[in-house]
């Protein structure tokens, strides 16, 4: 698949390959207090349009961990209507490196609950940050590591006993993980 359009979500980015693609740039900060929802009907709009029409979209910001992982997790949230941690968790399984700041998990969790509804989004800022990470239970419940391991934990809680793998098969799998060359993904059951 030929990348058709561009997506650059930061500051100082700019279309270098003019003419040879379509490009939306937002210019936006990687900090907890920038309002990234404000600016998703855009971004979402854009990456939608391209993929009805053929395309394919590249989507990247300055680090390729927050910004732009962000976005696509907002994507998948919108488009196909599921929850922040199932959205994050297919973007963490292609790119597992991903770190969104706290502040755009804090959003894209708020949004969920709001049922993804831009109209009654109520806006971010430093002070919704530092209200909405209290609520959360502190900063460590606020970073996508830590959610998508507490969602680990709950559903290893409620899988059936034998369900579970085995002290064996979990030590084969974390050695079957050390072993794959970086850049590669491999999925294993």
């Known amino acids: 698949m030929k990348v058709t359009h561009i997506l650059q979500v930061g500051c100082g ?3 270098s390959h003019l003419g040879q693609f379509d ?9 907890e207090n920038v309002d990234i929802v404000a600016e998703l ?25 927050s910004r732009s992982a962000s976005t696509v ?3 998948l949230m919108w488009k196909e209507r599921i929850g922040f941690v199932t959205a994050a968790e297919r973007v963490y399984a292609a790119r597992p490196f991903i770190s969104p700041n706290p502040g755009f998990v804090l959003q894209l969790r708020l949004w ?25 239970g502190g900063l460590e419940n606020c970073i996508l590591e830590n959610i998508l391991e507490q969602q680990q934990q709950q559903e290893e809680k409620s899988r059936p006993e034998e369900e579970k793998p085995s002290a064996k098969q979990q030590e084969a799998l ?14 294993v059951q």
Request: net charge negative.
């Open 13 to 15: 980015l700019g279309p």
């Open 23 to 31: 490009y939306l740039t937002v210019s936006i900060n990687d900090m």
């Open 41 to 65: 009907p855009d971004m979402l709009s854009f990456i939608d349009k391209a993929i009805a029409g053929g395309g394919v979209v590249l989507v990247h910001c300055m680090m390729g961990i």
């Open 73 to 75: 997790i907002a994507y």
């Open 112 to 136: 969920e609950k709001m049922g993804m509804d831009f109209a009654a989004w109520p806006g971010w800022s430093r002070i919704k940050f530092l209200q909405a990470m209290e609520e959360a």
């Open 174 to 187: 974390g050695q079957l993980a050390q072993e794959q060359p970086p850049g590669q993904l491999q999925v």
